[in-house]
């Protein structure tokens, strides 16, 4: 007998429909002789529509009691599906997460979990009933419910599963797995069978959101391999896991982009020592998170160019600090910006022994008529910011230059032009 947590998503559990189809899934692994918990998300679209209500009714509101509106959509889905489990005569019940034990730390909106109990579920299990969790929740440490930050439920799943030492940890979502990109995107992106964590952590990270993040920083710590599964459609999946031979083999593994980024540019910034602290500093200081950094010493004179990309929601934010630090410091600053960029980034562990993956990439861009405009690398990955309208043929011209629409077998031995 296995225990298995079950993870099933928005679109997996959106009308009732689904959660019937949901339980039968449910019975049917308990049919074959497992113990299973049963990580369940919000219905599809409610979580916006709660956030649009909190917005809607004040642009001020506390975290705490954005947290307990926000979490309530996974109550909704957690009784739902217990009750279509026990009307099927499989015994169910639901918990949220403060119930079962989730505990977190006290950053609202974005909780961390710092332990999960085992007891209540395990009391359930050995009654030989179904246990179904509502995700995406915790509880700090003065009783207040607090949520794990969008996709959260995935990390839920994750917690639960590390912690009970499952045997699986199965997402089901509304695809048949991780896939070289986006396939909503890209209908040439192809299913992925194996990926390592490291990979999956920088592809999620930078975009792909078929899994949180965290989640799968989770797994790797807690060596809790994830298998993503379609629930409309039966197949192997995508298993999330260690590194391995086959891996290895592979010089890139797929593509992730993220459409909400904005790039500001500043040139003839006078070259003093801790200038770029100093900017960059302001800019934190307001609780604006940075992504890339670049800076160019100009060869005219003693200035330099800086540049710096922010999430585009920030970006407002993020000018009125510029335009208020750039008047203190009373220079000829020029300012330039573009709020409509997307990152697009390259990922593969395959890139640690293979040089030239960046000059590919940039050559399949730069024929496409394609300006990079900024650009950062670590050990397995490439990102670069491209104009937003370019951003789908860049995509494909990436894929298409590294054959990750073809099969493995099919490909052409790493080339470089
Ligand atoms: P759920 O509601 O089940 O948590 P999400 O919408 O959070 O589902 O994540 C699944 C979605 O992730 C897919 O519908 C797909 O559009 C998107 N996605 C982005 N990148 C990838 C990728 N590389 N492989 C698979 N899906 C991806
Ligand atoms: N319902 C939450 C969200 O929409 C959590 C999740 O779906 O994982 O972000
Ligand atoms: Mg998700």
Known sequence: MALIVQKYGGSSVGNLDRIHHVAEKVIKAKQEGHHVVVVVSAMYGETDRLIRLASALTQHYEPREYDVLIASGEQVSMALLSMALNAKNCPARSFTGPQVGIYTDNIHTKARILKVKTEVIQRELEKDRIVVVAGFQGVNEHGDITTLGRGGSDTTAVAIAAA?????????????????????????????PRISFEEMLELASLGAKVLQMRSVELASKHNMPIRVLSTFSDGPGTLVTFEDKTMQKRLVSGIAFSREEAIISLSGVPRKLGMEGHILGRVSEANIEIDMIAQNA???????DFTFTVNRREYQRAMSVIEELVTELDTMINIKTNSKVAKLS????????????????????????????????????????????????????????????????????????
């Open 346 to 417: 390259l990922v593969g562990i395959g890139m640690r022994s293979h040089a030239g993956v960046a000059t590919t990439m940039f050559k399949a861009l730069g024929r496409e008529g394609i300006n990079i405009q900024m650009i950062t690398t670590s050990e397995i990955k490439i990102s670069v910011v491209v104009d937003e309208e370019h951003l789908e043929k860049g995509v494909q011209a990436i894929h298409q230059a590294f054959e990750l629409d073809k099969a493995e077998s099919d490909k052409n031995p790493p080339f470089f032009e």
């Open 164 to 192: 009970l030492k499952a045997d699986e940890c199965q997402i089901y979502t509304d695809v048949d797995g991780v896939y070289t990109t986006d396939p909503h995107f890209l209908p040439a992106a192809r299913l992925i």
């Open 298 to 304: 100009s060869t005219r004179d003693d200035t330099s």
